[in-house]
């Protein structure tokens, strides 16, 4: 994940934060689309 979302990285302190997140915004543009 870090070399597609490097900012992500930054923000979060932890891997599983930037997983879970990144999850998140899997699904919410699931349901947006």
Known sequence: YNHERPHLALKYKTPDDVHQAFYRQKT????QD
């Not at 919410?28 to 349901?31: C, E, F, G, Q, S």
């Open 28 to 31: 919410v543009n699931l349901y």
